[in-house]
């Protein structure tokens, strides 16, 4: 008989894996399945912002803003290692939005989330400041304030990390096929995508975490009658090398109405996104189109000086967001907010829960909500506070917020073969815990191969055996964005010591066994 689990999650997002950990943290039996990597679809392709949305004020989405203000900070604290402050520079473009409702705008903004740490919002003149220079010489007025960066992807595994030392079962590269009820009971068959071989799971309660595949998983695999009011948008960005030297970011105004953001990016390149449009197809076969791209190429050469063409992209990456639909005209007007349906029998067994929308800036919010959901069909879920996933830190974010340089400095002592650079990019990877990774290191040879940009085996390892990394791709550009740095052959070398060493553990523990 299969083991029954309080709680049963579809998908390994940044929603799931945020949802497992919450669930797992107040003592409930979870397991969560994700047909791919972990963050491997939506997750990994937003603009990396922790931030309140600007642009949503326009659309009266006051209530999403404010819990998305009253969030950046406390994502910080749980994860200084991989958000940290942004300043952004807004110029103010005359015959777009007047000075006056830019003002407004982050007059409330500064004052509707609790800002505590982050510095409020100030103007500039940007025909002396350095944010000016990279400009077109038209651009005089600026107001700079205050958001936050994400390496999204790790976000979502440092959820699932700490949800599994929590005790949580997370099994990436397992597709979910079909759940019906049975006995009070979810009944679940699931796929390992690598082998082919099924096997049940049982739950008391499902939820349905899927992102863009929410609708498929409603209506081909749970057969439930939950209205799926999905409204599928894509969002592009791409990445040219770098437009700029200081270490502020750009928002800009479009004619259109949207905007569009010029991020320091990976320290030699500047992040340009993100559209807006509705898509329509398979989920996993979204790409930037040569539309997509030429608009933000042509929305960043109206500021910069200088030109941005297809031709200086080194990188594009694109995701479907899985927006409730509220009937709005366009896509970028769809509300971002998050809409949680609940299914369950009048005896109250069995309940599933489905996901439509979210933000990754409000995702820990919406793991409390849906969690409050589900506990009258999960009553221990009750038993812990709601307060406890924002008190303490994901794993290798256990030091102060403003104690980055310290933590470095304190790694470098420890690892003195490690170089300053390396150390830093290890430290804003993974924190206090590239103790765990280098433990036994004296040398840098023990760190084993270099496959290059400072890529090791150490590394790979770790990320093998703590992180559910198992392609070259998840760990070039889901664990670490060094994708931009190795070549075609030095991928193909990790690809094969990678396989080579899933065998190894394949071998070991059928040994063991």
Known sequence: MAEVYDLAIIGGGINGCGIARDAAGRGCSVYLCEQNDLGSGTSSASTKLIHGGLRYLEYYEFRLVREALQEREVLWRMAPHIIWPLRFVLPHLPGLRPSWFLRMGLFLYDHLGGRERLPGTRGLDLRHDPAGQPLKPGFARAFEYSDCWVEDARLVVLNAQDAAARGATIRTRTRFLTATRTDGLWTMTVEDVRSGRRSTIRARALVNAAGPWVANVL???????????????????????????????????????????????????????????????????????EEEIAYLCAAAGEYFAKPVTPKDVVWTYSGVRPLYDDGASTAQAATR???????????????????????????????????????????????????????????????????????????????????????????????????TMLNGATRAEDMGRDFGATLTEAEVRYLMAEEWAETADDVLWRRSKLGLRLGREQAEALEAFMAEERARRTRASDAAE
């Open 219 to 289: 209506h081909q695999g749970v057969h439930a009658g939950v209205d799926a009011r999905i409204r599928l948008v894509q969002g592009s960005h791409i990445v040219v090398p770098k437009l700029f030297d200081h270490d502020r970011c750009y928002i800009f105004q479009n004619a259109d109405k949207r905007i569009v953001f010029a991020i320091p990016y990976e320290r030699d390149f500047t992040l340009i996104g993100t559209t807006d449009r509705d898509y329509h197809g398979d989920p996993a076969a979204v790409h930037a189109s």
């Open 337 to 435: 907010d998050y809409v949680l349906a609940v299914d369950a029998p009048q005896d109250g067994k069995a309940a599933l829960l489905s996901i439509f929308g979210g933000k990754i800036t409000t995702y820990r919010r919406l793991a409390d909500a849906a969690i409050a959901k589900l506990t009258p069909f999960l009553p221990k879920l009750g038993a812990v506070g709601s307060g406890w996933s924002s008190a303490t830190t994901l794993p290798g974010g256990d030091f102060p917020v403003e104690g980055f340089d310290a933590l470095v400095a304190s790694l470098r002592r420890e690892f003195p073969f490690v170089a300053p650079p390396h150390m830093q990019r290890l430290a804003r990877a993974y924190g206090t815990r590239v103790r």
